[in-house]
């Protein structure tokens, strides 16, 4: 009863899946591709993608990305309403790959290749191991209330398994990565929490990125429903400067905006989209 209501039904509506059998056959130039998949493929070639991310890691590969976007048949839909879905699905694709470059980028300005263009390099967030005790994210696992709702992964010692970024979204602490387990998993909690591993050596590690992409962050609405305009920000909100723009986005996924000066990681996502 709660959700019966317009704004809970384009929640649900964005936030559907497709059953992981079906994305298993997602690969590039099939005509059985969903329409959302279609769309990114006529949009942005496999060439562009090798260009963007020319000094990505080798598990970051199209047809994952593909699958990824398959996986949320949200990201690069049609509208029903007259929207410009082309239009949509190109400011989604600037906005997730600016956020994937500062996530995971080399930020080697050293390099040849540009710093926008050095997004994806990095699986698993720099200098953090399963081994030792190092970069545990895993804090809350012992706090009864977050552990109950989100129950923490074991490792043969007793100790807790490790939440620390993973995958192009660089996905964090067992409240990211049980939402998403269910998420992929039909509503199982317990497969990421107890393999976090995964969202870095399968194609989880791009589709954790499309799911963020695509759920509300309470109380923040979703970066899609700012994107492509479900979300109408109100009078408090366009007085605070938000608005359906790619700022605003940045606001939803690191809260790196304000006080008068923009921090350097929040600079970088703003010069990563425009470029």
């Not at 039904?9 to 079906?22: D, G, I, Q």
């Not at 006529?42 to 060439?47: A, H, I, K, V």
């Not at 963007?52 to 690069?76: H, N």
């Not at 949509?88 to 980028?105: P, V």
């Amino acid at each position: 009863q709660l959700t019966n209501n317009d704004f809970f039904r384009k929640v649900k509506a964005s936030t559907r899946t497709l059953p992981n059998s079906e994305v298993d056959k997602v690969v590039p130039g099939n005509p059985a591709n969903p329409i959302n998949v279609k769309r990114v493929e006529r949009l942005m070639p496999q060439g562009r993608w090798d260009f963007y991310f020319a000094a990505r890691d080798s598990s970051y590969t199209w047809q994952r990305f593909l699958q990824a976007v398959a996986k949320f048949p949200a990201v690069c839909d049609d509208y029903a309403d007259g929207r410009n879905a082309d239009a949509i699905c190109r400011h989604t694709l600037a906005t997730m790959f600016a956020h994937y470059t500062q996530e995971t980028g080399d930020h080697n300005g050293n390099s040849p290749i540009p710093q926008w263009r050095q997004g994806l390099k990095y699986l698993r967030e720099l200098g953090c191991t399963e081994e030792g005790t190092n970069c545990g994210y895993n804090t809350e696992c012992a706090d009864p209330v977050f552990n109950k709702v989100w129950t923490c992964g074991k490792n043969l010692d007793g100790s807790f398994k490790k939440y620390f970024g993973r995958g192009a979204k660089q996905l964090s602490y067992n409240y990211n990565y049980g939402p998403f387990s269910q998420a992929m998993f039909d509503g199982d909690q317990s497969v990421l929490l107890k393999n976090p591993d995964l969202v870095a050596s399968t194609w989880l590690n791009l589709a954790s990125s499309t799911f963020f992409f695509v759920f509300p962050q309470p109380p923040k609405p979703s970066m899609l429903h700012v994107i492509d305009g479900t979300w109408v920000p109100n009078a408090a909100d366009i007085a605070n400067g938000a608005g359906n723009n790619f700022a605003t986005t940045i606001q939803i996924i690191n809260a790196e905006c304000g006080g008068g000066t923009e921090k350097q990681a929040a600079q970088n996502r703003i010069d990563y989209y425009k470029q």
